[in-house]
Each structure stands twice: as structure tokens, then as C-alpha cells.
């Protein structure tokens, strides 16, 4: 099955936009789970999280750098395993912003898609087509180019007048285009930029986004939706990791992250509603 049917059936079963992000950050992880060091500790807590959230999530985003600097690698395997066991329909973006030249990204596509198992993965396209190409050789996973990033800083580059156009209209354009082979790819889109959110969705039609800025770094979600909505399909991945992961660091914390994660699917919905 491609991605992007996943992802259809994802939203169409959950009736949910909400992506759930995990980044683990040792030193906010309730003490009652073990030394926060342990690698095991990370997987102790991602699985509670990813348990009590499941029933409002279409999608689940785990960012590799965070499993990384914990030396949590195999645990982040163990992770991805049980979401598709636990929870299978929901589908697992991997969120490593690669990019290299062809024969690198072909090493970190295997990482990706054969060593974690994920459905999708984030890529970083400033290297261009053939750094991306050996992300499209498994025609079931999908791929998101970063095109307007959800940080401020992100105007300095992806702003920039290139010929008429600004560079993150240039990447949507051809990630909608050409580059697009076999129907892989979606795009980036911060909920922190809704303008800019409206004028991709407006160059793209359909193609899902994934739309990290809601929770802590305070994107609107009534402004997000409007601006980047699909037509035929909810057309957004709306990513919130700490809002959710953090919110509360006592022996509730698997409950209060439900809460939130209701809580912010619910007001999705809403704002889809309008
Ligand atoms: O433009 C981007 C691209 C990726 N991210 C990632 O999304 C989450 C956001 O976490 P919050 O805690 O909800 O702010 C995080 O993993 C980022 O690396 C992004 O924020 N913006």
C-alpha cells in the first residue's frame, strides 16, 4: 500500500489530524521510570506515551536526534516495532531532516526504512533531486521535504527571492511536480507561518503536509487549519511533541499526555468544522 493510502486510512480511522511527536528528552521524563540515563527509561516512557495517546493520533513522529544523543538507537527500533504491532494503521515519520549526495542518502534511506521500519521520514532538500531520488526506492514509504520550517530563522534562507519565486514556493513547485515520481512525496509547512502554510497548499492541491508549530512554539490551530487544510482530505500531519510529551512530570504524566493529545484533536476537529 503507497504512503499516502496509509495516510488516508490513518485519518479516515482516527478522524484525527494530530501527530503525535516523540522526542524524549531525558531530563524531563518522570523520575518514577527509572534512571533518566537508561536508554531503557527512554522506551519505558515513549511506549507509555504512544499507548495513551494512540486513540487521537492519525500518525506518530519520532525525532531520531533525541534517541540518539540517549543512546537509544536499538530502543528507538523497539519503539517503531511496537507501534506497528500495538497500534498498526498508524503510521511512524521518522523526522531526520537527511540530506547528501546520492550515495550517502541511499545509506540513510536503509536506516530509515529497513533498519527502523518507518513509513515516512523527513528529508532536507537543499542538496537537490539526486540527493533525494534513493528516498523514493521503496515506492510504499513516503518522504517530506522541508519547505517553510516552523523556526524563525527559517526565513533567511527559504525567503529568499529565487527568479520571481521564494525558495520554499520553488520547493513546493517541484515536489509537487517533477521531483514528485511516484506520488512520495509530501512537504514540511511550520504552523507557525499560516500564510505562507496557504500560499504552499494553494501550489500543491492534495499533498499531505506535515505541519509541525502547534503546543510550545504556539502556532494557532484555527489559523493553521484554514490555511492548510486539504480539499478532498484532511491533507495535514499537525505535529505537537512537547505540549504533549511534557505535560505533566508526575505519576499522571501518561494521563495528562491523553488529555492533551484529546484535547488538541478536539480542537482540530473544530477548527475543521468551521
Ligand atoms: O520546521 C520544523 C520541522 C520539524 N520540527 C520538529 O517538530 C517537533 C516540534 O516539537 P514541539 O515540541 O511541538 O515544538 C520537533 O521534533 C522538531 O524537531 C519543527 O519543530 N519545525
Redesign the pocket.
Known amino acids: 500500500m503507497s504512503f499516502v493510502l496509509s495516510l488516508r486510512k490513518a485519518w479516515e480511522g482516527s478522524q484525527s489530524m494530530l501527530c503525535v ?1 516523540l ?1 524524549p528528552d531525558p531530563a524531563k521524563i518522570p523520575a518514577s521510570l527509572g534512571e533518566p540515563d537508561d536508554p531503557d527509561t527512554v522506551l519505558r516512557f515513549c511506549r507509555g506515551i504512544v499507548d495513551a495517546t494512540a486513540p487521537f493520533a492519525c500518525t506518530f ?1 519520532p ?1 531520531i536526534a533525541y534517541f540518539a544523543a540517549a543512546r537509544a538507537e536499538g530502543q528507538l527500533e523497539a519503539l517503531i516495532h511496537h507501534v506497528h504491532r500495538a497500534h498498526p494503521g498508524i503510521p511512524v515519520v521518522l ?1 531526520g ?1 537527511r540530506g547528501d549526495i546520492g550515495a550517502t542518502a541511499e545509506r540513510y534511506a536503509i536506516e530509515a526504512f529497513e533498519r527502523y521500519q518507518a513509513d515516512a521520514v ?1 528529508v532536507n532538500p537543499y542538496m537537490g533531486f539526486d540527493s533525494i531520488e534513493p528516498w523514493l526506492a521503496g515506492r510504499d514509504r513516503g518522504v517530506f521535504l ?1 519547505c517553510r ?3 524563525p530563522g ?1 526565513s533567511d534562507l527559504q525567503a529568499l527571492d529565487v527568479g520571481g519565486e521564494r525558495l520554499f514556493e520553488r520547493v513546493a513547485r517541484l515536489a509537487a511536480g517533477h521531483w514528485n515520481t511516484n506520488g512520495q512525496l509530501g512537504l ?1 509547512v ?1 504552523a507557525t507561518f499560516p500564510e505562507e502554510l496557504a500560499r504552499v497548499r494553494a501550489l500543491v492541491g492534495e499533498m499531505p503536509l506535515l505541519v ?6 504556539g502556532g494557532d490551530i484555527d489559523a493553521t487549519v484554514a490555511a492548510g487544510a486539504g480539499r478532498a482530505t484532511p491533507g495535514m500531519l499537525v ?5 504533549i510529551l511534557y505535560a505533566s512530570k508526575g505519576p499522571d504524566w501518561a494521563e495528562a499526555a491523553a488529555r492533551v493529545a484529546r484535547e488538541t484533536r478536539d480542537a482540530l476537529r473544530r477548527a475543521a468544522a468551521r
Open positions: 511527536g522526542d513522529k525525532q523526522d531532516k523527513t522541508l520550517t516552523s523556526n527559517g514540511v511550520g509541525p508549530g502547534i503546543g510550545a512554539q505535529n505537537s511533541s512537547r505540549a
